[in-house]
């Protein structure tokens, strides 16, 4: 009895296939490598390297390692690119998805933990958006994850699928230095590389309605993140009543410019950040009560912003330093 981790071999995926592993719970990772690193799968986890979009595969590796349910993460994740590739995220996002479903009735799996997101409300009415706080996308990314939350809806009116869906906010840090986040878009990553190599971090955006300018975020590490997935595949699979949905929130917020006075107080390095436009589909702010799922799913934030820059920037300086090595 296992479970299987799409894009397990990516910076969430790797984490969360951690704490499965810490819980004493088998997986077997799925990942076309795309933007996930082999090297993140512990050596006593099967992978198999297979595309969500094809089903035959999908469905064999499901039979293969006698799969009990599936922890989804795999996806286009840049809701800023997708205003321009609406298309492929919706390929990789949506239609992928179908496919995964399609091949866990074949297989006859009926649990599923979805990775949802915070995109899903676009640009909130209140401050503070709890899971009743109505859906408005602005972008393709945040449209294609709601489409993914209804598809997991449907499904389980049709075919008796125990699932949930997790929408994650802004996920930093590292559980261990050699998982960092790879992202070419992340604010972390962004902010880290520029330091490590010589570099000034960028501002996107600061004329947004907010204290000081600049987008406000609800920022959690990875590792409670990971944490609670595995709670929720545990619920599933002992039967347990679960939410439809799940905020992984903290109920407070940071800036963008508090974000870079943190990055410069916890690495030492001194900077004044440059100053630039927007990204498309930004919203101002988004910050979410996690009270659902610290009631159901063992959330809490464990780790203080201080606390995710400095893992952040370990796992930052081990892959610079390999690179380095590697070079």
């Known amino acids: 009895m296992s479970w299987l981790v799409t894009g397990g071999a990516g910076y969430i995926g790797a984490h969360v296939v951690d704490a499965f592993r810490e819980a004493g719970l088998g997986c077997v ?17 099967p992978m198999v390297r297979a595309d969500l979009l094809d089903g035959a595969a999908v469905e064999r590796a499901l039979r293969e390692h006698e799969v009990t ?40 799996v009926d649990r599923c933990v979805f990775s949802s997101s915070a995109a899903v409300y676009g640009t909130p ?3 503070v958006v709890t899971e009743a706080t109505p859906t408005r ?18 499904v389980a009116r049709a075919s008796g699928l125990r699932a949930t869906s997790l929408r994650y906010f802004n996920v930093v840090g590292s559980g261990r230095p050699e ?31 907010t204290p000081d300018g600049t987008c406000v975020r609800d920022y959690v ?3 409670d993140l990971a944490r609670s997935h595995v709670a929720a595949a545990r619920r599933l699979e002992a039967g347990d009543a679960v939410e439809p949905v799940y905020n992984l929130g903290s109920g407070d917020g940071a800036s963008v410019r508090e974000i870079m006075s943190a990055v410069a107080r916890v690495t030492g390095v001194d900077f004044t950040p440059e100053e630039a436009d927007r ?10 009560r996690g009270d659902l799922a610290a009631r159901d799913l063992d959330w809490a934030m464990r780790h203080d912003l201080d606390d995710m820059v400095a893992g952040a920037w370990a796992a930052q300086q081990r892959a610079q330093q390999r690179v380095q090595r590697e070079g």
């Open 29 to 45: 990772v799925l990942d076309d490598l795309s933007s996930g690193v082999a090297g993140f799968v512990p050596e006593d986890v």
């Open 69 to 108: 349910g599936v922890v989804h993460l795999a996806g286009f994740k840049y809701a800023g690119v997708s205003v321009q590739r609406p298309l492929h995220t919706y390929t990789q996002n949506v239609t992928a998805m179908v496919s995964l479903l399609g091949a866990m009735d074949a297989a006859g």
């Open 125 to 127: 009415p209140d401050d």
């Open 137 to 154: 996308p602005e972008s393709p990314y945040g449209e294609s994850k709601l489409a993914g939350e209804w598809l997991l809806r449907d």
């Open 179 to 209: 998982l960092y986040d790879a992202s070419p878009h992340n604010l972390f990553p962004l902010v880290l590389s520029a330091l490590a190599e010589g570099r000034t971090p960028v501002i996107r955006g600061t004329d947004y309605p």
């Open 221 to 223: 590490h990875v590792a």
């Open 279 to 288: 990204r498309p589909g930004d919203p101002p702010r988004i910050v979410a």
